[in-house]
């Protein structure tokens, strides 16, 4: 059925903000090791030191490679990072990296990447809230670990990045190449206007609209709102 056209009648338009679609921002320093291993810590019973093997095959850029050597069987010792954010309670985060166990190793084990909150700044005091791991045990080739929709927990007020390879025996080492590390972190829904922050948000203007289809004007009262 065909509608007549007619001159448009002047309808209430109500524009919204919407939100933005940036990029969240990554927390590790010297996530992808493009020429040296500064940022990162060894634990005790660890090394590590700066590798040419990029996990895409960058040869302007580099990895960082990881020796355990604890002497116990079933340890994990790596490196870590305690990074330079505020943790926002409530807020979800996530977490990844490029991770690869070398071939040809005498000993066995598996390599992890995780985090761990603290309920003061600069990574001390008690640990807050679970310490999510991602692993793998596959040898010889790069493989992608990633954790998303994870929450800070309550009391969080700073957060400690690991990377490590895992000795299944004791005694000699386990090694293991990290690259392009990442934990990023996302506002709860409505967060930044606590502090006059609407950098994520724009304004549209609704479209410009020149003809629509006759309606009656009795029935302007049940026209719902034109969402921009």
Known sequence: MSVSVRSAVALPVVCILVAGTATAQNYILNAHLHDNDLSWQ???????????????????????????????????????????????PGSIYGFGARVKSLPGQ????????????????????????????????????????????????????????????????????????????????????????DNGDTSAWTAQLPPVITEVPFVDRNQIANISRVFC
């Open 42 to 88: 060894a634990e005790p019973q660890a090394a590590a030191h700066w590798s040419a093997e990029d996990a895409e095959g960058d040869l302007d850029s580099g990895s960082l490679e990881v020796t355990n050597s604890h002497a116990d069987p079933h340890s994990g010792q790596g490196v870590t990072q305690c990074l330079p954010l505020v943790p926002i």
């Open 106 to 193: 005498i000993r066995w084990g598996s390599v992890m990447i995780g985090t761990r909150f603290h309920d003061q700044a600069n990574c001390r005091g008690n640990v807050v809230g679970t310490e999510p791991r991602q692993v793998t045990q596959t040898v010889g080739s790069w493989v992608v670990l990633s954790k998303s929709g994870l929450e800070i927990p309550a009391g969080a007020l700073s957060v400690l990045f690991l990377a490590f390879p895992v000795k299944v025996d004791g005694g000699g080492t386990l090694v293991a190449r990290f690259d392009d590390l990442y934990l990023q972190m996302f506002l709860p829904l409505g967060a930044d206007f």
